[in-house]
Every structure is written in C-alpha cells, then in structure tokens.
C-alpha cells in the first residue's frame, strides 16, 4: 500500500495547459452554477494553489452547489459533512472500532480522509470540533488517541458558514480563519441570472445539477505542480508584504494579517494569473484577490467594530493607499 | 485619538490701553506745563513708561492643541492635555474652558515657555460624550497687544461603563453545547463520572476502565468505558431598554434642562450593571449575546472571549436613546436564542418591558429584570410630586406583577445601608442551582 | 409659583472642570485693589476738609462705581486725570513729595483696572502670571522715582523755570514715543 500523503511527484503541466483545463473546468462548474463570475475563478484558482476555501454568504445562494459542482467537475473524492452543535470531533476524525474477535482496535477513518470536505454551515459545530478540523487543515493529517493518520493528497476543505443565523452558531476563532486561504462572499444574482436558475431548476425537474469530471486527483496534482513552476516578480512579492504590512497599522484594526497572509496572496494571485492564460503575475491580480484573501484575517478593534467598519472596507481602503509597482514586467 | 489645533490664529492687535494711557499722559503733561507742576506728569510717568515699552507687537502668535488620550476612556477618565506655545513676549494667557455640564472655568495663566495643562471633567455619565471647548485669548506683559480669542474643541469621545466584579449570576436552567465550564446532564467529554458502558464507536480506548472489563467479560469480548458527562455552557441575553434616559433629577425628565454630569443616569446604571453581567458571565465562560430596544440594528451575537467583552461594553456604550419616538413607538420581542436566561435592564416606567418580559416567560426563558432607576432627588414641586406619585404607583404595580410570574426585579440603585445588587444576584443564582428546573410559577395571572 | 424658579435646577452649583496650575488668586480680587487704591489716591490728594462734604463724596462714590463697573483705560486715566487735579489744587507746589509713593499707587490702580477688565470675578489667576514683566514694572516705576527725586532736588535750587521746561519736553518726547505708528 502507497503512503498517500507521498504521491509519486506529479509531472508539472505547462501553464498554458494548466489555463486550459481550469477553463474547462470552469466551463462545467457553470453548466450547474449561474453568476459567480467573480468568486468561481478564485475558489478554483485557491484550490489550484493547494489551499482551503470559505464561503460566507446568507443561506439560499448556492454555496453548497458550487463547492460540490468545483469537486465532481475537479474529479476529487468528495465528502459532505454537515455541520451541527452536538457534532463530535470524531464524528470528523473517524474512531477506532473494537472487533471482539481479533480483540482489537480497529482505526475507521472519518469523513475527512476524503480528496475535497465540503464542511456545511461550519459555524454551526462548537469550538471543539472546529478545532478537529483545523489540523486537518494545516498540517493534512489527523491525530485520534495518539496515532497520527496521513490525509490523502490533494486534501482541500471547501467549508460554508452563515453570518447571519446567530442561534447556536459559534464564530470561528481567528486561528481556524486564518488556516483559510480565501474567505468568499457570494452576492445576490442579478435579476438576469436569478431567471435562469429559476428556468434551469425547471428544465432540469431535479434538485441535483450533475456535472461531468474533467480532471482526476492526478491531473489536479500535476496542475498544482504547473503552477508553482510559475516565477513571482520581487516588485509583486514587495507589494503583497506592505499590503499585508499595512494592514497591522491601520487605526481600526486591532490586529492585522499574518505573513501566512502575504504568503497566500501571493499564492492565490498566481494561481489566478495562470487561470487567466498568463505566466506572469500583474498587481491586478493581488488587487483582484486581496479582499478575498486578507479580508478575515483581520480583527476590527471593538471602537471600528461597533460603528460598524468592515474589514473588506479597510482592505479596499489600504488597496487604494499602498503605492502600486510600475516596473513589473507587463508581457513575456 | 485626535488632537486638535488652533488653525491660524489671528494677528495682534493693539487694545485701547495704548491710547488711552498716551491720552492722560498729555493731559496731565499739559496740565503739568500749563501749572508749572512736574509732579502732575509724573503722576502719568510709569504708565507712559511701560506702554513705550510694548511699542511693537509680538512676532508670531500663540498657538494651542489639546491632545487626547488614545485608546478606551471609562467613567470618570475624561482628560486631556493642553499644551501652549506662546509668542515670546506674550506671557499671559487667558483660557475659557466650558463642557456640557460643568461650569465655565476661566483661568489666566503665565506661559513664558510651552507649557502643558492638565484637564479634567468630572463627568461620572458613560456613552458618547462632548468634551472640552477651550476659548484661548493671549496677552503681552503690559496688556498693550491682545491676540483675538481663538477656540478648540474636543473631540466626542465614547465612555465606557466601568464593571464591577459580582459573584455567581442566574444562569438558564437548560444548559446548551458540549464544551463550556458547566457540567450537564447530558453524556459526553468532561470530567464527572456518569456510567460504565460497553465500549461503542467513538468511545476512547483510554477511557476504557480494564477492572470492570475484567469481572463482567474476563474473555475481553466486552471491553468497558467510563463515560463522563459533558460540559455545557449557558448562553444569556442582556437586553437594554434604552429608548429612554433619566437622571436622578425628575425636572430633567424627556429632556427638560440640562442633566448633572455627576449624577449617573438610569442608563449609566444599565449600561454598568449590564458590563458588569457580562464580565462575570465571560470570564466563567459563557456565552453573552446583546439587545438594544431602542435601535433597529443586528443584535450582538453570543459569543464569549475577552475580545467579545470588549465588543459587548462598546456596543453598550453606543446604546443611547434616538429620538422621542423611539418610546411612543411599540416594540417587537427580540429573538432569544433558545435555552438562553434573559437580563432585561430597564426603569420599568412603561408597560412594554413587562409585555416582552410575560412573551418572554410564555416561551419558557428564565428573566431576570434590573431595574435600573435611579434614586430620585427630593421633588420639591407639588405637581412634580404628584406626578412622580402616580407613575411610582403604576411601577410598584409591574414590579409585583413581575415578582407574581416568578420574575425577579433586582434593584441596581441601592442605598449604602441597603445590600448591594450582588447579593441579590447571589441568592438568585443559589436557588436556581438547588432547582435545576422550575416551571415558570403562574399561580396569580397579572391582573 | 416663580417660573424661573420652576427651572432652575441648580440646587447645587454645577461641578467644576479640573485644571492643574500654579497658585491662583481670585478674580474679584482686582475690583477690591481698585477700589482701594482709587479711594485712597482720591481722598489722600483731596484736602482733609473736604473729607465730609457730600459733594466731594459724591465724586468719589462715582468716580469709584465708574472705575469699578466700567473698567477700561479711559475710566482710570479719568481717575488719574482727577487725582492730578486734586494734587494741584492742594499739593504743595511746585513738587508735592507724596508724587513719590503716589506715582506707583497710580501705576497699581492702572494694571488693576487692566486686570480687572479682562478677568470675570469667579476666573483664577495665577500668581506667577501677576508677576510676569515686573522686571519692566520695577524699570519704569525706579525711573519715575528718579525723575522726582531729580525734581524735588531741582526745584529747592534757583532756575526752577528752565529746569521745569527741560523736564516737561523731556515728558514730551515721552508721550509722542508712546503715540501708536501705524506699521
């Protein structure tokens, strides 16, 4: 048997290739979800770039669709945990099982030996079990009573969380946001679009909207590994660092993005630039992302907090204070 | 926080001391010629001296800023620091300082170099709160030249209530979560022994207690755990009646004259009593959410941590009431969250808190009122008194009503030979834990 | 019932803001030095007869409420124009020796009545701040003290004319120094 966690090194794919199979993909992420122009390009460009998603958006929009449209069309293992209070660490983990007649202990892995969690309505399970997951998350494997079990590669979380429901939900604590690469907010669809769900669910005389694989857990490895053969210019990397430098002086916040914060704009911006057909990374594409990306790192201080600042306000804000580079290269 | 400054103060201008000392100079000079009486001119003679002297004005003008300290003010913090930069040959200044309140304060000081005053209100009120107007007018030595008054305002800061530690609150009777520093009656990860049991998925093989397995399966087909019982945690919802503010003073009542600054108001009370809860309620914990009745917006959600005190006493202090008709208006119960106990914090002057507190009751929370009324000054007016009279009359009538469905009304303003609030909230919290479920006792209906 | 009475609802003063200064003295102290060096300057250059009379009481019962209620230069250089009247008609002539102690008294009565002018009754003033620029005082009242003993000395020897015109164009110059230019 194959240590998962130690694939055989995925041959790199050309960018040029990568950006056909993301439009490929993207094109049958579409075929089930309307609108979400904006976010599907980043939840698909954060994946590409090895880390986990956050939708956050009122229930009813399709969060749930999409992340579960993104894994069927990526051809990754797919599990769905639904996230309730009386949900138990290792109701995630999995637990071991007595077998009486070998007398002994048998590990059962939990949903999250999967390829890509879809964790629902996150925010609905206590601390305890959000924690269970956050190692999931870092550190792609899982410790039940004592052992260590390797999680599968590519492991990505794409989890859901309400902001509005307040009954019995928990916040997630800054520590477990801050292990997600993006935070997504969906938006209402335009009138334009609502009418084509509408016709869409109608046409398809079901509630589930199948979608076809495009890629396997293989071809997501060797895209992941095209990807990072993809220079980053130093101007680029100097703007994601005083973004995200800025961001720990700012008067209404208390405290700022960590460098996993400048890491993973970086990350997020190139991914999105080869999505886009490109092997070079242009700061519109930090700008693009930065909201997404820094957003929920940032604590509001309770002064900001109760007047109601919102910290992709002050993202948007320190986007339009932060001198852009000039001197990147603009093509090949 | 913002410091302010005097924007371009005015130039120097010359007073009318000037004339008017060159004017009895020449009089009692000519007087002096004309009678042939030096000592008339001499009469005149320092006067002419030291207005010579101040013969031109000052270089450049004083200027003033008033810096405020950054970061949370709490009750009773109001400072500031004045600091002045005179003109060199100006060494007096003249300061005006007012606050809503607080009675003019004029002070003439010398500033031969840069040089800082130290401020104080005397406020104990919490909220948002205007601060400091300074009029400054500056003088040279011999009162020849005068720079304008120039002004400086404070900024509004926001006060914070201060808390006061209590001992154990009221918690619900149902207890909610799996972790949280109570210990419920339901079977999960904690500490208190609940059961031995067959061991089943999900149970830890560390908890699996070998000498039972031992004597009920000795083949080991069987292997026993001790189960715990959970922890839990109690979620509370202060709610803060906040679309009225009165002051111990009745004439002050729905916003006649001007209110003491040193006098908290019911909502001071409301707004300690409620950081107060809070803090004990979050450092044992719990989950706290918040209510703000006179204000249409998102309630605070429960949560617990430090940081969500800190949001809790800001969001308490920003509740203030809008307008008058946030009281005619009739308001919606807020949501509760479910199994949560409810602090409603309110003077109980109108029948709408006593409406949410009997919904309230329907749906089985447990309420605790704070009445947070001040204690009244004497009321020396007889229609004042009789007014105060039949309005006592209608309070004491919802204050029995609410003692009669089982709710209890704790006082915040006591007198000093009285007990104080904790003790009260003690008791309560006592005999809810002896009663771990009572039903709301509706033995009298209200009326 | 008093309707203003019905409002006032300050039955205890109202609390003060507190400023951390040097000493401080009273504002209602200068109208007291006012009064006291202006009824001193006037009845001490007055002749003693007079003392009793009304209408001498009179003039300076208003000359006082004058200075006391409208402190500005023009009321105190009226009152000084008045004790220069009163010295003349009583002081012995030509150099009457009480100029040397009334020349400051005058000099007091002018910076009290400045003071007095500017400051409200209830405002504190710091001490420090009274004293500021007597350097300049002390100069000004030291010269004037010279200036009579040089008159003094002058007019108990012959050739009292002259020196009185020396001294007066001396003034003279004086006052057209401290005649405001316009820059």
């Not at chain 1, 056909?20 to 993207?26: G, I, K, P, T």
């Not at chain 2, 149970?203 to 031992?214: L, Q």
């Not at chain 3, 010279?146 to 007066?168: K, Q």
Request: include cysteine; charged fraction near 20%; aromatic fraction near 4%.
């Amino acid at each position: 048997m194959t240590d998962p966690n130690t694939p055989a090194p995925a041959r790199p794919l050309p960018p040029a290739e990568v950006a056909a199979l993301a439009a490929r993909v993207l094109d049958e992420v579409r075929t089930a979800v309307v609108g979400m122009n904006e976010t599907l390009p980043i939840a698909l460009a954060t994946v590409l770039a090895g880390g986990h998603v956050l939708f956050e958006d009122v229930p009813g929009l399709g969060k749930t669709l999409a992340a579960r449209s993104l894994a069927g069309a990526l051809g990754l293992d797919f599990a769905r945990l639904q996230c309730t209070p009386d949900l138990l660490p290792s109701d995630i983990t999995g637990s071991s099982v007595f077998d009486p007649a070998t007398r002994t202990f048998e590990f059962r892995p939990g949903p999250v030996f999967t390829g890509l969690l879809l964790a629902d309505e996150i925010n609905r399970t206590a601390p305890k079990t959000q924690s269970a997951l956050l190692e999931a998350m870092a550190e792609r494997q899982v410790s039940v009573e004592g052992t260590s079990h390797p999680l599968p590669s590519p492991f990505h979380v794409l989890a859901t969380s309400n902001p509005v429901e307040y009954e019995g939900t928990y916040p997630l604590p800054e520590a477990q946001l801050d292990r997600f690469m993006v935070r997504l907010a969906i938006g209402y669809p335009d009138p334009g679009q609502e009418t084509t769900i509408v016709r869409n669910r109608l046409a398809r005389r079901a509630e589930a909207a199948p979608v076809t694989r495009v890629t396997d857990p293989a071809t997501v490895l060797a895209m992941q590994a095209g990807i990072a053969t993809v220079e980053v210019d130093p101007d680029i990397v100097r703007y994601c660092v005083d973004l995200v430098t800025a961001t720990r002086t700012h008067h209404a916040l208390e405290v700022g993005a960590s460098p996993r914060g400048s890491a993973n704009l970086v990350l997020v911006a190139r991914a999105l630039a080869v999505i886009e057909g490109r092997d070079h990374v242009l700061p519109e594409d930090v700008k693009h992302v930065a909201v997404p990306v820094l957003a929920h790192r940032l604590t509001l201080t309770p002064d900001a907090w109760a007047q109601a600042t919102r910290p992709e306000n002050v993202v948007t804000s320190l986007l339009n204070t932060v001198p852009t580079p000039t001197t990147v290269r603009t093509g090949p | 926080m913002t410091t302010p400054t005097t924007d371009r103060p005015p130039a120097w201008t010359p007073t009318t001391t000037r004339h008017a000392a060159t004017a009895t100079g020449l009089v009692l000079l000519a007087a002096a010629v004309l009678t042939g009486r030096p000592d008339l001119a001499l009469l005149a003679a320092p006067i002419l001296l030291t207005t010579l002297w101040s013969a031109t004005p000052p270089t450049r003008p004083t200027t003033a800023h008033l810096h405020q300290p950054a970061g949370e003010t709490h009750a009773g913090q109001l400072t500031a620091t004045l600091t002045l930069h005179p003109a060199p040959t100006a060494p007096l200044t003249h300061l005006r300082i007012t606050a809503p309140g607080h009675r003019d304060t004029h002070t003439v000081i010398a500033t031969p170099t840069t040089r800082e005053i130290p401020l104080r209100l005397a406020s104990v009120r919490t909220g948002p709160q205007d601060t400091f107007h300074i009029a400054l007018r500056a003088y040279d030595t011999s009162g020849v030249w005068e720079q304008p008054p120039t002004d400086l305002h404070g900024a509004r800061r926001l006060v914070l209530p201060a808390t006061t530690p209590l001992g154990p609150v009221p918690l619900p009777h149902a207890l909610r979560g799996l972790t949280g520093p109570h210990t419920s009656r339901r079977l999960g990860d904690g500490t208190e022994l609940r059961d031995i049991h067959p061991f089943q998925p999900g149970d830890n093989p560390r908890r699996i207690d070998w000498r039972t397995t031992a004597r009920r399966s000795p083949d080991l087909t069987t292997p026993y755990t001790r189960r715990t019982l959970a922890t839990a945690e109690a979620t509370a919802m202060l709610v803060l009646d906040s679309r009225d503010d009165v002051g111990p003073d009745i004439r002050t009542w729905r916003n006649h004259g001007t209110r003491r600054p040193d006098d908290p108001t019911s909502l001071d009370l409301a707004r300690h009593a409620a950081a107060s809860i809070a803090r004990q309620l979050i450092e044992s914990g719990d989950r706290v959410a918040m209510e703000d009745l006179g204000r249409r917006r998102r309630p605070v959600p429960p949560a617990s941590g430090r940081r969500h005190l800190r949001r809790l006493t800001h969001a308490l202090a920003l509740a203030h009431p809008l307008d008058d008709r946030a009281t005619s208006h009739t308001i919606r119960p807020p949501q509760i969250p479910s199994g949560a106990i409810v602090y409603l914090f309110t003077t109980l002057l109108d029948d709408d808190t006593t409406r949410l507190v009997r919904a309230w009751r329907t749906l089985a929370h447990p309420v605790v009122v704070i009445d947070t009324l001040p204690t009244l000054h004497p009321i020396h007016q007889p229609h004042l008194r009789l007014a105060w009279r039949i309005t006592r009359l209608e309070r004491d009538q919802r204050i029995t009503d609410l003692h009669h469905t089982g709710t209890p009304v704790i006082h915040w303003a006591t007198h000093t030979h009285e007990p104080p609030p904790r003790t009260h909230l003690q008791a309560l919290a006592r005999r809810t834990h002896h009663h771990p479920s009572p039903t709301p006792r509706t033995t009298r209906t209200p009326r | 019932m008093n309707p203003l009475r019905r409002f006032n609802l300050r039955d205890q003063p109202l609390p003060t803001i507190t400023t951390t200064t040097g000493p401080t003295i009273p504002g209602w102290t200068f109208p007291l030095v006012q009064t006291l060096t202006a009824t001193t300057l006037l009845t001490t250059t007055a002749p003693t007869t007079w003392h009793t009379h009304p209408l001498f009481l009179t003039i300076l019962a208003t000359l006082t409420a004058l200075v006391l209620l409208r402190p500005t230069p023009a009321t105190a250089g009226l009152l000084l124009t008045a004790t220069g009247a009163l010295l003349w008609t009583t002081g012995t002539a030509p150099l009457d020796p009480r100029i040397l102690w009334l020349a400051p008294l005058a000099h007091t009565l002018w910076r009290a009545t400045w003071w007095a002018a500017h400051v409200p009754p209830t405002a504190r003033t710091e001490i420090t701040a009274l004293l500021t620029g007597w350097r300049r005082t002390a100069a000004a009242i030291g010269t004037t003290e010279l200036l009579a003993l040089a008159a003094w000395a002058v007019t108990t020897l012959p050739g009292l004319e002259a020196a009185i015109l020396l001294g007066a164009l001396a003034l003279a110059a004086l006052a057209v120094l401290t005649l405001p230019r316009e820059p």
